[in-house]
């Protein structure tokens, strides 16, 4: 049964999104295209980043917790991750644009979003010899200023605070892959060494040497990375298709 742990995971972090997607208030089966884009997308540059770091050791995976199919070096199940976790997320998001169509506090939120971006730009520019430290923020830097100040973004403000609302879920999620007991550590983590049952194990000497419980500090830029990725596609495929319907 552990060789499914990694895929167990994935499939609890869909489900309930998933099956919400039907409910008449929501509907969320009508953005799958949308959704769909913005997960393609976000794989073309994430398979490769994935691959080339595996190969590198910046992370492996144990071959206790998967079930042993492979594609370019990665089990099937991380290939699954970039399906189902962007899911749960652009879902989230999609709920707060349907129910919460004149956010307040936009421009609380935008600042955050800058706030973001500085903190992953000096955390970056200070970890060059670190690659996935080096990578992940200054990745995380340069998407959100692009957004920010290049491409101005409307959606910012929506996006920080689905961000906010579902990093208790990715630290659960993230931490049960990186420490199936993730619980046991401390909340402010200074000696990763000490993690174990690791689905999926980092070399610490390419990151921080931070955890929250078990999962790497740098998780955080990585996956706001792929999800701003992701929800940048989605409102461009949105705003074509409502172009389109409008000339129609």
């Known amino acids: 049964m552990q060789h499914y742990t990694y895929l167990l995971v994935n499939l609890s972090c869909a489900a309930v999104p998933f099956l919400f997607s039907f ?3 929501i509907r969320f089966y009508l953005h799958w295209k949308g959704w769909l884009a913005g997960t393609v997308g976000t794989m073309l540059v994430f398979i490769p980043w994935d691959v080339a770091f595996t190969r590198m ?5 144990n071959p206790e917790y998967v079930t042993g199919k492979y594609l370019a070096d990665l089990p099937l199940e991380e290939w ?10 652009v879902f989230t998001y999609h709920c707060f644009r ?5 956010l307040g506090a936009q421009r609380a939120l935008r600042g955050m979003a800058i706030a973001m971006a500085l903190a992953a730009l000096a955390t970056g520019l200070s970890a060059l010899g670190d690659w996935y430290t080096a990578a992940a923020h200054l990745a995380c830097a340069t998407l959100l200023i692009l957004h920010l100040f290049v491409w101005k973004s409307a959606f910012i403000p929506w996006f920080v605070l689905m961000y906010i609302v579902i990093l208790v879920p990715f630290i659960i999620s993230n931490g049960v892959l990186t420490g199936l007991q993730f619980w046991q550590y401390p909340f402010w983590n200074t000696q990763p060494e000490r993690v174990t049952d690791q689905v999926v194990w980092y070399n610490n000497a390419e990151n921080l040497g931070l955890r929250i419980f078990s999962m790497p500090l740098d998780d955080l830029a990585y996956g706001l990375t792929m999800l701003l990725l992701n929800v940048g596609i989605y409102e461009r495929y949105l705003a074509s298709r409502t172009r389109k319907e409008e000339t129609a």
Do not use: K, Q, S
């Open 23 to 25: 409910h008449p208030a």
């Open 57 to 61: 050791g910046v992370w492996g995976f």
């Open 80 to 89: 699954m991750f970039f399906i189902a976790i962007p899911y749960a997320c």
């Open 98 to 102: 349907t129910f919460l169509p004149r």
